[in-house]
Each structure stands twice: as structure tokens, then as C-alpha cells.
């Protein structure tokens, strides 16, 4: 009865650690991934409050906090964001209607591939932010380079992702398609364009990340509103809190731009088998 009894406890202290791992496991992942961020917050304020951070090298969060409140009542921050949000939206749609042409021009044709691509190839290749200051002597200091700096950072991931994927259809679906009938255009239409969107869609928000990145740059250099403009001030006045507060909009902006291409591509590759771990 002693050894039966025994082997139970034993099985019991087995069975524990696997129970708290499971227990560990069970432990919702989003609030488990908010674990690191909140610790490096108060570390971060701790060492702001000590004094190891000085407020000339960089604010703490509480400092930042207000800083966000204070700009967001006076209308300053809104106004601001929807300036660049804009100046975004232009640079961004004229991006895509370029890169989407030209990826199609060098993807269904050899001779557009063969005019259309080594330019473009030796552009991507340029240090874009560099050329901003071509942009300022070509079209002045007003919206024009700033809109600009955006739409020629954005084209090169919509033009390679869509090339790309045209080049990766499947030849046998598209004789599939020349035997039932289909002309050039009904192929393009109903086995191209749905083969290539995923890699497509995929340069979308590369695209997005890459125009709020060349925003940044253009804004800050000759402007007199936007997000940038702010930045431009707050560094004057060595406002640390107020820079990190309009550096978290430009990245809460490219979170809800990339979160909306997404939803876009949740909508339109329904078609598509889920993968699942």
C-alpha cells in the first residue's frame, strides 16, 4: 500500500510541470507580448525619474504622455497628422498607378522588360533620401518635392513585387487558358492579375512602410506644416518629448496603413487555403 501510495506522489510531481506548462501556454499570447514592453517602459521611467536619463537626451514617458495630450488639445497634432497623412495618400497613389503600369509593361512584354527594367533597376539602386535636395532645386520647396521624395521611395517595391510575380505565374496555366479559349487579354485578366496580386499586395505595404519613411526625411526640410514641421520646431527647442511623440504618430501611421492593406488582402485572397502551424 506504501509503494502504491508512493508511486501516486511520484506521478503527481511528473504530471506538475507539465500542468504548468500548459498553464504557461494558456496564457493569452497578446497580453504575453506586452510583457517586454511594459517592463522597458519602467525601466525607462525609472531611470528618467533617477536622473541616468537627463530630459536633454531623451524625455520619459510621462513627460512624453503630456507632451502628447498638450498637442492633441491645442489641435496642433491633428492638424499637423492630417498634413502629412495627404501628402502621403498623393505620393502613395501615384506610386501605385506607376509601379503597377510599369510592372505590368516589363512583365507581359519581353521588349518592355527589356526597355522598362534596367532603368528602373539602376534607379532603386540611387540613396533616394539623397536626392531631395535635386527635388528642392527641380520643383521649389513646396509640396511638390515632399510628395514627390514619396511616391519615388513607394514605386520600386510595387514595381519588383508585381514583376515579379507575373514572371512566377505558372506557363501551364496560362496554356490551361490559350486552350480554352481565352485571348491576351482574358488571360492577363483571369490568370496574371489573380496570380501576381499576392506578391502585389505584399509590395503595397512595403511601398506604405517606404513612404512614411521618405516623409519623414522630406518633412523636415523647408517645411512650414505636417508632422515634420513639429519635429523641426521641437528640435530647435530641444524638446525631446515632443520629438518621440510626432516619431510614434509617423509609426502608429504606418501600423494602421500596413493593418488596412491587410484587411485589403484578407478580402480580396479569400480564395486562398489558410495555413495553419
Given at each position: 500500500m506504501a509503494d502504491v501510495q508512493a508511486l501516486d506522489e511520484a506521478g503527481g510531481a511528473a504530471?506538475?510541470?507539465?500542468?504548468?506548462?500548459?498553464?504557461?501556454?494558456?496564457?493569452?499570447?497578446?497580453?504575453?507580448?506586452?510583457?517586454?514592453?511594459?517592463?522597458?517602459?519602467?525601466?525607462?521611467?525609472?531611470?528618467?525619474?533617477?536622473?541616468l536619463l537627463?530630459?536633454?537626451v531623451l524625455a520619459s514617458p510621462r513627460e512624453i504622455a503630456g507632451a502628447a495630450v498638450r498637442l492633441t488639445v491645442s489641435?496642433?497634432?491633428?492638424?499637423?497628422?492630417?498634413?502629412?497623412?495627404?501628402?502621403?495618400?498623393?505620393?502613395?497613389?501615384?506610386?501605385?498607378?506607376?509601379?503597377?503600369?510599369?510592372?505590368?509593361?516589363?512583365?507581359?512584354?519581353?521588349?518592355?522588360d527589356l526597355v522598362v527594367d534596367p532603368p528602373l533597376q539602376m534607379?532603386?539602386?540611387?540613396?533616394?533620401?539623397?536626392?531631395?535636395?535635386?527635388?528642392?532645386?527641380?520643383?521649389?520647396?513646396?509640396?511638390?518635392?515632399?510628395?514627390?521624395?514619396?511616391?519615388f521611395g513607394a514605386v520600386f517595391p510595387i514595381y519588383l513585387t508585381l514583376h515579379g510575380g507575373i514572371q512566377g505565374i505558372d506557363a501551364k496555366l496560362v496554356e490551361a487558358g490559350r486552350t480554352l479559349g481565352l485571348?491576351?487579354?482574358?488571360?492577363?485578366?483571369?490568370?496574371v492579375l489573380p496570380g501576381a496580386l499576392p506578391a502585389l499586395l505584399v509590395g503595397v505595404r512595403y511601398g506604405l512602410s517606404i513612404a512614411w519613411?521618405?516623409?519623414v526625411v522630406a518633412e523636415q526640410i523647408n517645411a512650414s506644416s505636417g508632422i515634420g514641421a513639429i519635429i523641426t520646431y521641437a528640435r530647435d527647442f530641444l524638446q525631446t518629448d515632443i520629438i518621440v511623440v510626432c516619431l510614434l504618430v509617423y509609426a502608429l501611421m504606418?501600423?494602421?496603413?500596413?493593418?488596412?492593406?491587410?484587411?485589403?488582402?484578407?478580402?480580396?485572397?479569400?480564395?486562398?487555403?489558410?495555413?495553419?502551424?
Open positions: 504530471k506538475a510541470p507539465g500542468a504548468a506548462g500548459r498553464a504557461a501556454r494558456r496564457w493569452p499570447l497578446p497580453l504575453a507580448r506586452l510583457a517586454s514592453p511594459v517592463a522597458i517602459l519602467l525601466v525607462w521611467q525609472l531611470a528618467s525619474t533617477t536622473g537627463p530630459a536633454a489641435g496642433e497634432l491633428p492638424a499637423g497628422l492630417g498634413v502629412s497623412f495627404l501628402r502621403v495618400v498623393a505620393g502613395f497613389a501615384i506610386a501605385l498607378v506607376a509601379g503597377v503600369g510599369l510592372g505590368l509593361v516589363a512583365g507581359l512584354s519581353r521588349l518592355g534607379l532603386k539602386a540611387l540613396p533616394f533620401l539623397g536626392l531631395l535636395p535635386l527635388f528642392i532645386l527641380w520643383f521649389g520647396i513646396g509640396e511638390v518635392p515632399k510628395i514627390g521624395m514619396v511616391a485571348g491576351t487579354l482574358g488571360i492577363v485578366r483571369h490568370i519613411l521618405s516623409l504606418g501600423l494602421l496603413t500596413d493593418g488596412l492593406v491587410r484587411a485589403i488582402e484578407a478580402k480580396l485572397l479569400r480564395w486562398r487555403p489558410a495555413v495553419t502551424p
